[in-house]
């Protein structure tokens, strides 16, 4: 009865299995164009599956295990079940019960993980969705056990017939049960369906940059896609679903809705109403017309107080993301929420980019439709008008310099260091931080000079806003200002500036060697060119910022410098990659979206728990959102400030010697 019943079941799922493939792809297929090689991308897909794609998941020790035995037992079963009981290989002597061990191996190691999934979804954890997801460890099971026992008899542990037509009758729907969602379901839609567009999506993924090199190390891919503003046929920015790419749409379909991305993200902690699992969902929802986009997961807050019920919003893969009347896939607020940390992307297991997808949306109504909120509109004017977002009159970009006596590149037109100013230097907290940089420069001997009056904005917070056509005025604009002059690096107290600078104006032509302070500073203390005193205050923690760590990976030199002080730093719970926004990128404070509590607030909360003084940044927009807090239990300093504080102007001239030499110093002693 089974010999019958199997290989129609087996091919009758991979089948309609593949029906469901295909209409998938037609529904990712409604996206733009956007070429990939597809052959190298599929041949790639199991490094990066094995390698990339697990070494995010196993930040999570206990998913980790159990992701490797359901879904590598599910592979090798699905295979092994094919052959054995879909090509009838299962002869219990030979290859066959070979095949066979090998499949009642695979089905056990399965059954083993489904166990420890339905231990975790005995209480699962607020960030994970309910609804559908909660039969995934009985099918899991079914699935596992059902192949398990119908093996049996390919090995000779059970008689073929099994007894009787009733029970092979039962274990046929068992298995048929199984195959319905891991097979069947995985194309037409539920809790498998991010299995099958996961695979694909990191097969096509949008930034092939981020997965592993050729040397072995991860890549990082972080700066925006720029606009083609002078093809007319392409649209500015996203309206509509259809309007991302064909693999944008195929990275939402692969969203496990695990709810790291929410757990992460600093907007719905502070309860604006922004959740970045709830808005791959609604891409979802949009791309498909509703049809399998049901959301099943934590709510996110509406922007006037509450929560917003689940299942309101509706859509289709033609109507606008955001409307101007009606309802729509989200709100506008939704959008201005994100402060472009990158959280949730760092902790997505699947590598859906995030950011992207939401300042695609917002070229749209800042190109198209002019809807900035709150100051958003004024700021963009100014960089206008002004090329900087306080409408401060450029001229005036030295005024806090005028004792400093420093180099122009229009006198100098070469020096060793640039030294990048940004929009700080019409901000008297951030010129504090700036004069110090200078002081520590001198102190190393470097030869830097700035731009002065000529350099500008450099574009940062306009692209976040979805002003796409300013920032590339503004990037084309300073790119053809440092092409008159010779350097060899840049350097800046501003992430936002050296991640633009770095990563983005190269699609515009603009390729530089770019240093943040705290990178240029940990070096100049290595090659023995700064002598510091050791620190004498208290405990000390750093904030690592967005544009500096999780966009640049850069988080080991400002702590080296800090340890060059003599500084133990207190770190937080949340720091390194995992660390806590202080709400001040992507426009945030511009747009001013409220929530229940402020971003800042809650990283100084934080910076509390440490016990901590002084907290050491290496930002200017953390450095003002940070000290924007009331009551805060922790001073705010820049790194330039420490070290400038700290330089030991008449050092003794053995102590750069032993403290490169560590190993001869204890010698000595």
Same mark, same amino acid.
């Given at each position: 009865m089974l010999d019958i019943l199997l290989p129609i079941l087996i091919f009758s799922a991979l089948?309609?299995?593949?029906?469901?493939?295909?209409?998938?792809?037609?529904?990712?297929?409604?996206?733009?164009?956007?070429?990939?090689?597809? =052959?190298?991308?599929?041949?790639?897909?199991?490094?990066?599956?094995?390698?990339?794609?697990? %070494?995010?998941?196993?930040?999570?020790?206990?998913? #980790?295990?159990?992701?490797?035995?359901?879904?590598?037992?599910?592979?090798?079963?699905?295979?092994?079940?094919?052959?054995? %009981?879909?090509?009838?290989?299962?002869?219990?002597?030979?290859?066959?019960?070979?095949?066979?061990?090998?499949?009642?191996?695979?089905?056990?190691?399965?059954?083993?993980?489904?166990?420890f999934v339905a231990k975790r979804r005995r209480n699962p954890p607020p960030r994970l969705s309910k609804g559908p997801w909660m039969r995934l460890p009985k099918s899991l099971m079914a699935f596992s056990l059902g192949v398990f026992v119908i093996t049996l008899p390919s090995v000779g542990a059970l008689p073929a017939d099994l007894g009787s037509w009733i029970v092979a009758l039962v274990l046929a729907g068992v298995v048929a049960w199984g195959l319905a969602e891991m097979v069947f379901g995985m194309t037409w839609g539920g809790p498998m369906k991010h299995a099958f567009a996961g695979a694909l999506h990191l097969a096509f993924h949008r930034r092939p940059e981020r997965f592993s090199t050729q040397e072995g190390g991860p890549g990082r891919s972080t700066g925006l896609k720029a606009l083609d503003l002078d093809d007319e046929r392409a649209p500015l920015g996203v309206e509509t679903p259809k309007d991302f790419t064909w693999n944008q749409l195929l990275g939402f379909d692969a969203c496990v809705q695990c709810g790291r991305c929410e757990a992460a993200c600093p907007a719905f902690a502070a309860g604006q109403p922004l959740n970045p699992k709830k808005l791959i969902q609604d891409m979802v929802v949009g791309m498909v017309g509703g049809s399998d986009g049901h959301y099943a997961g934590s709510p996110y807050p509406a922007p006037e107080g509450g929560y917003k019920p689940i299942g309101e919003h509706g859509g289709d893969p033609h109507g606008p993301i955001v409307a101007r009347q009606g309802v729509a896939l989200v709100d506008a607020e939704t959008l201005w929420s994100c402060t472009t940390c990158r959280a949730c992307v760092e902790e997505c297991p699947m590598m859906i980019e995030h950011v992207d997808a939401i300042v695609d949306m917002r070229r749209f109504l800042t190109l198209e439709r002019g809807n900035t909120p709150n100051k958003g509109g004024e700021v963009l004017d100014n960089l206008i008008a002004t090329d900087n977002p306080g409408g401060f009159d450029p001229g005036s970009r030295l005024n806090w310099a005028a004792d400093q006596n420093l180099a122009l590149m229009a006198d100098r037109k070469e020096a060793d260091v640039l030294l990048w100013l940004g929009d700080g230097a019409f901000d008297m907290r951030n010129q504090r931080t700036l004069r110090a940089l200078v002081k520590v420069l001198r102190a190393a001997d470097v030869d830097f000079a700035v731009l002065g009056n000529e350099e500008r904005d450099s574009g940062d917070v306009a692209r976040r806003l979805g002003d796409e056509a300013t920032f590339q005025r503004l990037a084309k604009r300073n790119i053809a200002t440092l092409s008159q002059y010779r350097f060899k690096h840049i350097v800046t107290c501003d992430p936002h500036s050296f991640h633009v600078l770095k990563n983005e104006y190269g699609a515009l032509g603009g390729h530089y060697s770019v240093f943040h302070h705290s990178t240029y500073i940990a070096d100049l203390f290595d090659g023995g060119r700064l002598h510091l005193k050791t620190w004498k205050g208290g405990r000390v923690t750093y904030h690592d910022p967005c544009y500096l760590g999780r966009y640049n990976g850069e988080y080991e030199a400002p702590r080296r410098v800090l340890q060059a002080l003599g500084i133990e730093v207190k770190e937080m719970t949340r720091s390194g990659y995992r660390s806590r926004c202080c709400g001040g990128g992507g426009g945030a404070p511009i747009t001013d979206v409220p929530g229940k509590r402020r971003i800042p607030d809650m990283r100084m909360e934080d910076v509390s728990e440490?016990?901590? &003084?002084?907290?050491?940044?290496?930002?200017?927009?953390?450095? =003002?959102?940070? &000290?924007?807090?009331?009551?805060? #239990?922790? @001073?705010?300093?820049?790194?330039? @400030?420490?070290?400038? @504080?700290?330089?030991? @102007?008449?050092?003794?001239?053995?102590?750069a010697t032993r403290r490169a030499q560590p190993s001869e110093e204890v010698m000595t002693l």
């Amino acid at each position: 009865m089974l010999d019958i019943l199997l290989p129609i079941l087996i091919f009758s799922a991979l089948a309609l299995a593949a029906i469901g493939a295909l209409r998938r792809i037609r529904l990712w297929r409604q996206g733009r164009p956007s070429p990939v090689p597809i =052959a190298k991308g599929l041949a790639a897909m199991p490094r990066r599956y094995l390698v990339d794609l697990h %070494h995010v998941v196993a930040r999570d020790k206990y998913i #980790s295990n159990t992701h490797v035995a359901t879904a590598g037992g599910f592979v090798a079963a699905a295979v092994l079940m094919i052959l054995v %009981h879909g090509l009838g290989l299962g002869a219990s002597q030979g290859l066959g019960g070979v095949l066979g061990w090998l499949l009642l191996a695979a089905s056990a190691c399965m059954f083993v993980g489904s166990l420890f999934v339905a231990k975790r979804r005995r209480n699962p954890p607020p960030r994970l969705s309910k609804g559908p997801w909660m039969r995934l460890p009985k099918s899991l099971m079914a699935f596992s056990l059902g192949v398990f026992v119908i093996t049996l008899p390919s090995v000779g542990a059970l008689p073929a017939d099994l007894g009787s037509w009733i029970v092979a009758l039962v274990l046929a729907g068992v298995v048929a049960w199984g195959l319905a969602e891991m097979v069947f379901g995985m194309t037409w839609g539920g809790p498998m369906k991010h299995a099958f567009a996961g695979a694909l999506h990191l097969a096509f993924h949008r930034r092939p940059e981020r997965f592993s090199t050729q040397e072995g190390g991860p890549g990082r891919s972080t700066g925006l896609k720029a606009l083609d503003l002078d093809d007319e046929r392409a649209p500015l920015g996203v309206e509509t679903p259809k309007d991302f790419t064909w693999n944008q749409l195929l990275g939402f379909d692969a969203c496990v809705q695990c709810g790291r991305c929410e757990a992460a993200c600093p907007a719905f902690a502070a309860g604006q109403p922004l959740n970045p699992k709830k808005l791959i969902q609604d891409m979802v929802v949009g791309m498909v017309g509703g049809s399998d986009g049901h959301y099943a997961g934590s709510p996110y807050p509406a922007p006037e107080g509450g929560y917003k019920p689940i299942g309101e919003h509706g859509g289709d893969p033609h109507g606008p993301i955001v409307a101007r009347q009606g309802v729509a896939l989200v709100d506008a607020e939704t959008l201005w929420s994100c402060t472009t940390c990158r959280a949730c992307v760092e902790e997505c297991p699947m590598m859906i980019e995030h950011v992207d997808a939401i300042v695609d949306m917002r070229r749209f109504l800042t190109l198209e439709r002019g809807n900035t909120p709150n100051k958003g509109g004024e700021v963009l004017d100014n960089l206008i008008a002004t090329d900087n977002p306080g409408g401060f009159d450029p001229g005036s970009r030295l005024n806090w310099a005028a004792d400093q006596n420093l180099a122009l590149m229009a006198d100098r037109k070469e020096a060793d260091v640039l030294l990048w100013l940004g929009d700080g230097a019409f901000d008297m907290r951030n010129q504090r931080t700036l004069r110090a940089l200078v002081k520590v420069l001198r102190a190393a001997d470097v030869d830097f000079a700035v731009l002065g009056n000529e350099e500008r904005d450099s574009g940062d917070v306009a692209r976040r806003l979805g002003d796409e056509a300013t920032f590339q005025r503004l990037a084309k604009r300073n790119i053809a200002t440092l092409s008159q002059y010779r350097f060899k690096h840049i350097v800046t107290c501003d992430p936002h500036s050296f991640h633009v600078l770095k990563n983005e104006y190269g699609a515009l032509g603009g390729h530089y060697s770019v240093f943040h302070h705290s990178t240029y500073i940990a070096d100049l203390f290595d090659g023995g060119r700064l002598h510091l005193k050791t620190w004498k205050g208290g405990r000390v923690t750093y904030h690592d910022p967005c544009y500096l760590g999780r966009y640049n990976g850069e988080y080991e030199a400002p702590r080296r410098v800090l340890q060059a002080l003599g500084i133990e730093v207190k770190e937080m719970t949340r720091s390194g990659y995992r660390s806590r926004c202080c709400g001040g990128g992507g426009g945030a404070p511009i747009t001013d979206v409220p929530g229940k509590r402020r971003i800042p607030d809650m990283r100084m909360e934080d910076v509390s728990e440490t016990g901590a &003084e002084l907290v050491a940044v290496g930002c200017p927009q953390c450095t =003002a959102m940070l &000290e924007g807090v009331v009551d805060a #239990s922790a @001073e705010v300093r820049d790194i330039a @400030e420490l070290v400038a @504080e700290g330089l030991n @102007e008449d050092p003794d001239p053995g102590r750069a010697t032993r403290r490169a030499q560590p190993s001869e110093e204890v010698m000595t002693l």
